[in-house]
């Protein structure tokens, strides 16, 4: 049965050992701290492989890459200085997460990850329960509010504000106050509302889940028979209530076994701490993800979890 | 039934309450927004960049121009620090001012219409404009030699130029006064940067705050009558001075003769009489009797 907040992760260690359970955390904490330091190689060390920051940049000095948040404010805000290349460089990310999707961006590129990840390691930490209820949807609220934005100021006005953009700006060409933005996120996720941030709010996190929520590359749970509901995954998954489609609930409605939506952020944290090994990465294609009961099917499953929720 | 009510209600209550929390947000942020949208008038953007309006909607605030410039002169504004909008690039010229390089490496890797990429000849960029702002510190105003911002400009000549005039507090001197012409001014900013004062006299304004802008409907003349190539209207009647018999004015020295007898075009200003204009009204009279 479930497992106690304090035991959190002790059956997975004694299972596969340190590296065993911690392969993909480590994985895309070596991800994350090394796309910023090619960010800073060219500064530093003269070696130019990305220039540059996330909004926009050029790998190699050749292929362009543009941020679809960016890029959907450029439109918004009238369009004025899109070039072919801005449409290319949306194009080349956009696919990208299209394929390796759902949020792949959000666990393996985005540096407030690190920011919220830690915020939930310190409220489990400290036993920190109470949460405000924020409606998972707020996000693409946030989202509409982002657009809307844009097209009344005529401006990127998000970027403004936008953590994700000012951290990462800020980690490779200067700060400013913009560490009272990534604080103010830190104490939000920690004091008042679990996975509050990257979980509800961020209109990015939205915008990569609508990319990624056809894509191939995705957690798996072919093993999903091995279960014993010891509700380790729930605790660690930011995206908690995606997971029951995936594990036994999804196999009696005979949903294909894997996490499909779109809001998974492919972080693997599921695989790392189930003991089981119920949870792999690999492939789903179109075709099995048309074979299962019709898409509404696995919404219907996320929603039942939503309101057996407590 | 009840329990349907009761969730019904909490539903929109959730709802009511992320739609407040999401136009409160917005609102904050759209204020927020027009106040940076001003860019202060001692930042310039660099060489190409979009009018100010259009470049805060087409910059991604990625920083390539910042890499790509060889003298590392552009910046991106940071939160709290920099009045700019956040991310956005520019520079200060009295820090650091823009070398016009020939190939301009700023432009081409920008990956949005944000520096306009049609921009090849770095001569023909407008940063904004040189303006000798203040002619009561500059010392060239004083009579002193300096001409620093005048030999520092990489288009000495054309975009700041000497002008010479007399110098009226030593009566003997000439003061070699800087002139920038708005048609040749890239508003690099070299000039600035250069200027030998505690605080630069000579200094970069955004053009909007540097130039003043005709009456559409107005029209000069003489230059109309030049590209019409004669007098567009009835021409005016001479105009007749009531001047004494055999006394005329002259419209190019600005003086009155007796006719026939020209007054010499450079005449020393010393041999001027003293009592000004009646004096040499009265002395016109006095030599046609
Ligand atoms: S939800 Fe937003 S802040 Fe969180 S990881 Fe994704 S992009 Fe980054
Ligand atoms: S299902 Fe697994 S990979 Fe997906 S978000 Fe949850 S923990 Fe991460
Ligand atoms: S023209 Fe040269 S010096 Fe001027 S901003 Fe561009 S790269 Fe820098
Ligand atoms: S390269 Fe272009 S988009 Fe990037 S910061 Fe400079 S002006 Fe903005």
């Given at each position: 049965m479930a497992t106690p907040l304090e035991e959190l992760g002790h059956d997975a260690l004694a299972q596969k050992g340190w590296l065993g359970a911690y392969k993909w955390l480590i994985a895309r904490r070596i991800a994350q701290v090394a796309i910023i330091g090619l960010f800073l190689l060219g500064p530093l060390?003269?070696?130019?492989?990305?220039?540059?920051n996330l909004s926009s940049s050029l790998l190699l000095d050749t292929v362009p890459m543009v941020e679809p948040i960016t890029f959907l404010q450029m439109l918004a805000a009238?369009?004025?200085?899109?070039?072919t290349t801005t449409i290319i460089g949306v194009l080349i990310v956009a696919v990208f997460y299209a394929l390796v999707?759902?949020?792949?961006y959000c666990a393996?590129?985005?540096?407030v990850n690190m920011v919220t990840d830690a915020a939930a390691w310190l409220r489990r930490k400290l036993g920190i329960k109470s949460t405000s209820k924020i409606p998972d949807w707020a996000r693409w609220w946030m989202l509409g509010a982002v657009i809307v934005l844009a097209m009344a100021?005529?401006?990127?006005?998000?970027e403004l504000v936008n953590p994700v953009s000012m951290t990462h700006r800020g980690l490779i060409y200067g700060m400013g106050a913009g560490w009272a933005v990534i604080v103010a996120v830190f104490a939000y996720d920690l004091l008042?509302?679990?996975?509050?941030w990257c979980g509800h709010l961020c209109p990015m996190g939205a915008l990569y889940s609508a990319i990624g929520?056809?894509?191939?590359v995705r957690m798996r749970?072919?093993?999903?028979?091995?279960?014993?509901?010891?509700m380790e995954c729930f605790e660690v998954?930011?995206?908690?209530?995606?997971?029951p489609a995936a594990l036994k609930q999804g196999q009696k409605q005979g949903l294909?076994?894997?996490?499909?939506?779109?809001?998974?952020?492919?972080?693997?944290r599921c695989a790392d701490i189930c003991s089981k090994d119920v949870f792999a990465f690999g492939l789903v294609l179109p075709r099995e993800r048309m074979a299962g009961p019709s898409r509404e099917g696995a919404g219907r499953a996320e929603d039942e979890t939503l309101k057996q929720a407590p | 039934m009840a329990a349907k009510t009761v969730n019904r209600r909490r539903f929109l209550t959730t709802m009511a309450r992320t739609a407040c929390g999401v136009s409160l947000f917005a609102l904050g942020l759209g204020f927020y927004a027009r106040g940076s949208k001003a860019l202060p008038p001692e930042y310039i953007r660099p060489?190409?960049?979009?009018?100010e309006e259009k470049f805060l909607s087409a910059?991604?605030?990625?920083g390539i121009c910042v890499r790509d410039c060889p003298y590392d002169i552009l910046k991106l504004a940071e939160l709290g620090r920099?009045?700019?909008?956040?991310?956005t690039p520019y520079f200060h010229a009295r820090s650091g001012a823009c070398?016009?390089?020939?190939?301009?490496?700023?432009?081409?890797?920008?990956?949005?219409?944000a520096l306009d990429h049609?921009?090849?000849?770095?001569?023909?960029?407008?940063m904004g404009l040189a303006v000798v702002i203040d002619q009561e510190n500059c010392i060239a105003f004083q009579g002193?030699?300096?001409?620093v911002c005048y030999n520092v400009c990489?288009?000495?000549?054309?975009?700041l130029s000497l002008d010479y005039q007399p110098n009226k507090r030593s009566g003997r001197h000439a003061l070699f006064i800087p002139v920038v012409h708005s048609d040749a001014c890239?508003?690099?900013?070299l000039c600035e940067r250069a200027c030998i004062l505690e605080r630069e006299a000579i200094k970069v304004l955004p053009i909007r705050l540097a130039k003043g802008e005709l009456g559409?409907?107005?029209?000069?003349g003489w230059k109309e009558k030049a590209k019409h190539g004669g007098?567009?209207?009835?021409p005016d009647k001479e105009h007749h001075f009531?001047?004494?018999?055999g006394v005329e004015y002259d419209y190019s020295t600005g003086r009155i003769y007796v006719k026939n007898k020209p007054a010499?075009?450079?005449?020393?200003?010393?041999a001027k009489p003293k009592g000004g204009a009646a004096s040499i009204l009265n002395r016109g009279i006095q030599e046609a009797k």
């Open positions: 060390g003269g070696v130019w492989i990305l220039k540059g009238g369009a004025a200085g899109i070039t999707g759902g949020r792949a393996w590129v985005c540096p100021t005529g401006s990127l006005a998000y008042i509302a679990k996975h509050g929520s056809y894509s191939v749970s072919d093993n999903r028979a091995a279960c014993d509901d010891c998954c930011p995206e908690p209530r995606i997971l294909p076994p894997a996490v499909l939506s779109g809001l998974c952020t492919n972080c693997g | 060489p190409g960049a979009l009018e910059c991604t605030r990625c920099d009045n700019a909008a956040t991310g070398e016009m390089c020939e190939d301009i490496p700023c432009i081409p890797n920008c990956p949005t219409g049609s921009l090849t000849d770095i001569n023909k960029a407008r002193l030699r300096c001409e990489p288009l000495r000549g054309k975009a890239t508003g690099c900013g559409h409907h107005y029209r000069f007098a567009l209207v009835t009531n001047l004494p018999k010499a075009p450079n005449a020393p200003q010393a």
